[in-house]
């Protein structure tokens, strides 16, 4: 999917923060709590100008310019991302839209605007924690980081368990008589077997040059073959070999012989 649908989501989520945020604002008094759930859930209106457990409030000014650039860095990271990554832009969509709906309540009042109220318990004990009051940019952050965490953890995990070993080199089979489709004249067959090309050259420098000795022997074989000195790089044209026409035959030595006796001590 494309980038700009998970940025509309973004905006749709923020949108739906601020509203929840004004209708708190406008329907509840601050500090009085008004139980959904009881003992559990509860809606209480609160106003907090820091972080989490209202620490921080002298630092409001940094954590807007913090959310700005938060924000910023999502956008570029979201556009950079293949179309199918699906997973990761819509955690990165949660995250943006909790940056923005928190940022929009620090540029315009100051302070952040909190109303969901979670009171903690064991069962089975007497065990309570009133969780610190939180909105619904809060809860995107969180389910952004959740989601991302478990992408990263599947991901971490697939690449252990499809992790392959190297496969070993595979034999392109033995090179066999030295006279196939290479040009080469008949001989024997060459013991052992060349790996492929591109396998080839991914060896080390000594393993090539054992793989390859069989090939410098068997050139060796054909230029004693067809007269070539060993060691010369220039092959032996047709041009170059004796013909049978340049071999006198039996006869004509003998006629040869008696035009010019050889002279009887």
């Known amino acids: 999917m494309a980038t700009r649908w998970f940025i509309l989501l973004a905006v749709i989520l923020a949108a739906c923060d601020q509203f929840s945020k004004e209708l708190a604002r406008m329907r509840l008094e601050e500090s009085v709590r008004h139980e959904i759930i009881p003992g559990f859930f509860r809606i209480t209106l609160n106003f907090n100008s820091g972080i989490a457990w209202g620490m921080l409030p002298e630092y409001s000014s940094y954590l807007t310019f913090f959310a700005i650039i938060m924000v910023i860095v999502i956008l570029v990271f979201m556009r950079k991302l293949e179309r199918d990554e699906v997973w ?86 033995a090179l066999g008589p030295i006279g196939d489709s290479s040009g080469w004249v008949d001989g024997p067959e060459i013991p052992g077997s060349i790996p492929k090309e591109e396998a080839l050259v991914e060896l080390p420098i000594s393993q090539q040059e054992e793989l ?32 049978k026409s340049d071999v006198p035959s039996e006869p004509d030595q003998l006629d040869e012989l008696s035009r010019h006796p050889e002279p009887v001590d």
């Open 88 to 173: 990761l832009k819509i955690s990165l969509a949660f995250m943006m839209a909790g940056a923005i709906g928190n940022m929009i309540d620090r540029l315009l009042r100051g302070e952040v605007t909190d109303f969901l109220d979670v009171r903690l318990f064991m069962p089975g004990t007497s065990w309570t924690y009133d969780w610190p009051i939180f909105n619904l940019a809060d809860s995107y952050i969180v389910v952004g980081a959740t989601i991302l965490f478990f992408i990263v953890f599947l991901s971490a995990g697939d690449t252990i368990l499809t992790k392959k070993k190297p496969e070993p080199v595979k034999d392109s089979g």
């Open 212 to 243: 390859l000795r069989p090939i410098e022997e068997a050139d060796q074989v054909r230029r004693e073959v067809i007269g070539e000195p060993i060691g010369s790089d220039t092959p032996v044209t047709p041009d170059e070999t004796v013909s």
